[in-house]
């Protein structure tokens, strides 16, 4: 194995818990498959929303940070985050995201797939994608009919004040390949990769860099096999100029960090051990779950996260 092998999840930033819980699970379906707290600053929630199984490449995640400050759009972030959804299901998903009062763009047809671009309560930019079949385990307590339900993560768009060192960095480093140009975005695919294997870039040389503020994506993290897979893929990295952190254990998965050339934050994220690692794949989520080493400060921990509860779900049509 090369490269990378797609997007193993995509990690923004929020503001409340609650609202947050309630669009992602309540109105895109999604499944909460984790609840637990920012291993950095364990005062705040990590909340995970994926298929049904959690499986690596459907995983959309978040910190919800109650005063964060509106972000500045700019180049070395990330913008846009983009989810797979059955071919022809774009039509439930514009009548149904216009009945909650979402902000709404116009379908739009790139590099020949159907888009529907969305915003999330905090104004985080993601896009519906109309795809064919990809691994996937539909949640049967979503809101959502089966045939219709968001299938995990499609792809990114990121901004950069140049093209060139990242996408030679992509090449080189992470196993991409050039997949055309299309209305000033570049389209880079990860070679022979599986699902969610997209990143497009968009070259605005005169735009200061951006900062993160509510509704930024914080990371993209992309999938590796194994620790030895991702310790060749940490070595390439190095190798072409980057410094990336020693491995870190998530406990769910196993993490490396660095900043590609523009400036974005990136991760390697091993396939395995997964979500039901430490809790019963039937109940995923429904409890708050500590890494073993903050485990002895629970009561602490808990006393200062914002009581969450599950949407009510509609009846499905
Ligand atoms: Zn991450």
Redesign the pocket.
Known sequence: MEGVTGLH?V?AMATQAQRNLDFYAGVLGMRLVKKSVNQDDPSTYHLFYADAEGRPGTDL?FFPWENLAAPRKGTGLAVEVQLAVPEGSLAYWGGRLGRYGVRLGEVEVRFGERALPFQDPDGLELALVETGPRPFTPWEKSPIPEDKQIMGLHGARLWERELYPTAQFLSQALGFVSAGQEKGWHRFVVKGGGSGRFLEIKELPNLPPGRWGRGSIH?L?WRVEDTPHQLAVRRRIEESGVRATPQIDRFWFK?VYFNEPGGALF?L?TDGPGFAVDEDPAHLGEKLVLPPWLEAQRSRIEAVLPELRLPEVEVRP
């Open positions: 999840h990690t995640t990371h993290a993490s991760e994220a």
